[in-house]
């Protein structure tokens, strides 16, 4: 059974810029989160697809944002980049309760 | 606002020891709790997970649940080197909408010594 696929692995984007990363599920799981971690705040939620639907959003501003597609896939957006969104994305994929998580896209932001 | 919490370590054990990694969480109606495995520079892996009081064993590894003292834990037995990591409790809330989110702590760091 294939695991959850994040892509791309690694990222470097100027100030400014935007940057699109995508997350594809276990197969056969609805829900796909997002979560940021950064050595200085941890694990911090985005946000919480559910068929298409976006359910939950943590306290991050406008510029984040994501999508899912109907085959669950999904993809979160950040829009004019700044420093601080240096981090490792990491996507989650949850079928009943348990959540496994894909290998990240670490995001250098120059 | 649920909180999780842990000691940052480093935990440092002998090998072959047993490690003992806690945690306490605020949100008495919680129910269920993950413990995950992260290696520098990787992904958390889930490990453990458990739903009711009392423990759960699986290999060298026994997560222990007491309700009561909202109170986790995760016993590695016959530590090794490999097990050296960064180990994080989550719990899940539930949210508005009928989603939930994992809340983390800040994780233990575990060094096994040879």
């Known amino acids: 059974k294939a695991g959850v696929t994040q892509t791309p692995r690694y990222l470097i984007k100027t100030r400014g810029q935007q940057v699109t990363l995508s997350c594809s599920p276990i197969?056969?799981?609805?829900?796909v989160s997002w979560y940021q971690q950064t050595p200085g705040q941890g694990l911090q939620f985005l946000f919480e697809?559910?068929?298409?639907?976006?359910?939950n959003k943590g306290n991050f501003p406008g510029r984040f944002s994501g999508r899912q597609f109907s085959n669950s896939r999904s993809e979160m957006n950040v829009s004019t980049l700044e420093l601080g969104d240096s981090a490792l994305y990491l996507c989650?994929?949850?079928?009943?309760?348990?959540?496994?998580f894909g290998q990240g896209t670490r995001l250098t932001v120059v | 606002q649920k909180e999780v919490e842990q000691n940052s370590g480093p935990l440092s054990v002998p090998e072959g020891a047993i490690a003992s990694l806690n945690c306490t969480y605020s949100?008495?109606?919680?129910?269920?709790f993950f413990w995950y495995r992260q290696y520098s520079g990787k992904s958390p892996e889930l490990i453990m997970s458990?739903?009711?009081?009392g423990d759960k064993e699986d290999g060298r590894f026994t997560a222990q649940l007491n309700k009561a003292s909202q109170y986790v834990s995760l016993l590695i037995r016959d530590s090794q080197p490999s097990d050296s990591a960064t180990y994080l409790c989550?719990?899940?809330?539930?949210?508005?909408?009928?989603?939930?989110?994992?809340?983390f702590g800040t994780g233990t760091q575990l060094k096994v010594e040879l």
């Open positions: 949100d008495r109606g919680s129910q269920s």
């Open positions: 697809y559910f068929s298409e639907t976006q359910r």
């Open positions: 989550a719990a899940p809330d539930i949210l508005t909408g009928g989603g939930n989110k994992l809340t």
């Open positions: 458990i739903y009711s009081n």
């Open positions: 989650a994929s949850r079928g009943l309760a348990e959540a496994f």
């Open positions: 197969s056969g799981h609805r829900s």
